[in-house]
């Protein structure tokens, strides 16, 4: 993540992973989760969290979740239905249920489809915020699987040469098994810059670079502006203008609508707002193509040369999708998850609003803060 | 497409395609290619060039084709072999054939999968150029399915970061099938700029943006320069800098290199550069995932307020991926393919020292190219 969007050292209040999991399983349960569903929304949030990617773990859109859970837009206790299966597919409504919560047995149901058949794709209609997809396409790195997801909602990204927004910021993951080096997990908003990171950027006060986001017009604003408040901007597909391939960004975004919203019949926000979100997860038993052990040895050797590749001047190393994720997610799970001051504000009214014990906000040794 | 790419109007000689595809055909049959398998590929290029898709049609890579089938790089009448098969997977190498030649085969084993348990995934190492994987893609939405097709080579492509290519410029295409309108078709380079179109604007003589391309050094070049000739600069992933997003363009191009390569037991070109291309091919059958006329309502439906997006300043309409395939196509069917007389030339010397009848240019009226 670029450095305009992490919590200033001086500012963070670091907190273990156990006991913000405790709290938002708690948070949860108080809007009508049960008890099982919530210990899993939780450990999407706090993983998420603990692999550095601030922008959808607890900071931003939990304090969302419980309004709509608590509003009716969301339903804490939905029947999820199966509406078409094949040996290798489902189509699945979610019964606007959370999507963190219903993405990993989607996920798993995938993976068995996989197991049996080699490949296993579900499309997932009427669901919320899937949170990280790559979270789920870990699921299915984490059984020897190759799994990709993708999710849309929406409407808030700019069609190339648009000037109203159509898609959501539509996230494309896929995460793949390696035997002695950092998973390979990419997890990225098909816009120039996702929209949490934004949200993130004007809570810090920070910048925005030239392009990454238009007017509200629909034109990219082509120098640097400070991150503007939500409703003053438009977000642009990646590649950002088009002689920079916005349209490849555009049409990334349209395929998660494509495998996610059309496979599932479910309708796109573009056509109605207030649709729910919609979810596709592949999962690819690696087995069913190959040797595994053969795979594991060409994973490690490939990822291992793109982490010696000769830097350009002025950078110090190249890494790959999923290094950061495993390098902050090892240090954070020793010292902490760093929280904003706000954000454990609102966590302090929230609980005592609801009536809950406090957030534990055990503080770590500075020194370990280098 | 770009107009830099495009030839200009006073040099285009314009192709009837039957010729072009008769011509193509017989020079494949020349250097060993078996009959059926030369159709197919003069069929895969020249469809290619009828939608307009210029820097993968018969101009760019077809020298290149018939010198490496000369040369034995390339198998004119390879053996290929699956190598693990499940009901919803295949893995198969290519032998060293021409992928534009494998393609559609080993995309209708994909299909036949889908038919019977809903999705089908084959992976092919060991083959020759794809050329346009969007082809590939189209022969599934041709059959009412969702079709998806990625392919890795290289290596060509700077890593976010780095001084030396590691990836290929590593395409990634879908098709979906429609009822009324345009077909939703996305063909796109995970690079800035896809490097035949690199080649084609250093032919024409034309200039890059700025972050286009990066030095030999690999720093993005951040001014206007006249297209240079292969060599002299670096293909950077689509975002062109980290700041924009090319983390993200440089994970994409990974994905293919993993679902292509890794799955289908390959070696990455970054390991060993003399390899070959690999390949992957999924599709979906809609039916067994939702109601195919429901689909093609909400489709239609979709592709039409895409259309309908009110566009930026300066600009005159919104499209989505396919449109302009579309008209092109239309348009091409009656006034046939533009080819730069450098091409034109090309075919007459090699049909000449082929001892084949010369490329049919039947001149096309001048007022119809307005």
């Known amino acids: 993540m670029l450095d305009q969007f992490k919590v200033a050292k001086q500012d963070e209040v670091r907190i273990p992973a156990t006991a913000l999991r405790k709290t938002v399983q708690s948070l949860f349960e108080h809007v009508g989760v049960p008890p099982a569903d919530a210990e899993t929304g939780a450990n999407v949030l706090v993983t998420t969290d603990l692999r550095g990617i601030d922008s959808h773990g607890v900071s931003n859109m939990l304090r969302n979740y419980l309004t709509w859970f608590q509003s009716g837009r969301l339903n804490p206790t939905p029947a999820v239905q199966i509406l078409r299966e094949r040996p290798a597919t489902a189509s699945m409504d979610g019964d606007a249920g959370l999507g963190i919560i219903q993405g990993p047995a989607a996920m798993e149901l995938a993976i068995q489809k996989a197991r049996t058949v080699g490949v296993g794709a579900v499309s997932m209609r009427n669901s919320g915020h899937l949170g990280a997809a790559g979270h789920m396409a870990m699921l299915a790195a984490e059984q020897n699987m190759i799994g990709v997801c993708l999710s849309a909602a929406g409407p808030r990204v700019l069609p190339t040469f648009g000037a109203e927004p159509r898609l959501g910021t539509n996230p494309i993951a896929y995460a793949a098994p390696t035997r002695g080096v950092p998973v390979l997990l990419f997890d990225v908003a098909t816009t120039v810059i996702a929209e949490n990171k934004l949200r993130l950027a004007h809570r810090l006060g920070s910048t925005l670079q030239p392009n990454w986001v238009a007017d509200t017009e629909g034109s990219p604003i082509s120098e640097e502006i400070p991150?503007?408040?939500?409703?003053?901007?438009?977000?642009?597909?990646?590649?950002?203008?088009?002689?920079?391939?916005?349209?490849?960004?555009?049409?990334?975004?349209?395929?998660?609508?494509?495998?996610?919203?059309?496979?599932?019949?479910?309708?796109?926000?573009?056509?109605?707002?207030?649709?729910?979100?919609?979810?596709?997860?592949?999962?690819?038993?690696?087995?069913?193509?190959?040797?595994?052990?053969?795979?594991?040895?060409?994973?490690?050797?490939?990822?291992?040369?793109?982490?010696?590749?000769?830097?350009?001047?002025?950078?110090?190393?190249?890494?790959?999708?999923?290094?950061?994720?495993?390098?902050?997610?090892?240090?954070?799970?020793?010292?902490?998850?760093?929280?904003?001051?706000?954000?454990?504000?609102?966590?302090?009214?929230?609980?005592?609003?609801?009536?809950?014990?406090?957030?534990?906000?055990?503080?770590?040794?500075?020194?370990?803060?280098?």
């Open 227 to 370: 991150a503007p408040a939500p409703g003053e901007y438009q977000l642009l597909p990646l590649g950002g203008t088009r002689e920079h391939g916005s349209h490849k960004g555009y049409g990334l975004g349209l395929m998660a609508e494509l495998l996610s919203t059309m496979l599932s019949g479910g309708v796109p926000c573009m056509l109605d707002p207030t649709q729910h979100w919609k979810h596709h997860f592949v999962a690819y038993d690696i087995e069913a193509f190959t040797d595994l052990d053969e795979y594991f040895d060409r994973m490690d050797a490939m990822l291992g040369v793109l982490r010696a590749t000769r830097p350009a001047p002025g950078h110090e190393r190249v890494i790959y999708p999923g290094v950061l994720d495993h390098e902050t997610y090892r240090e954070r799970s020793v010292q902490g998850i760093p929280l904003h001051p706000e954000v454990i504000e609102w966590f302090n009214q929230t609980t005592s609003s609801f009536g809950l014990p406090p957030l534990e906000t055990v503080q770590v040794p500075a020194e370990s803060d280098d």
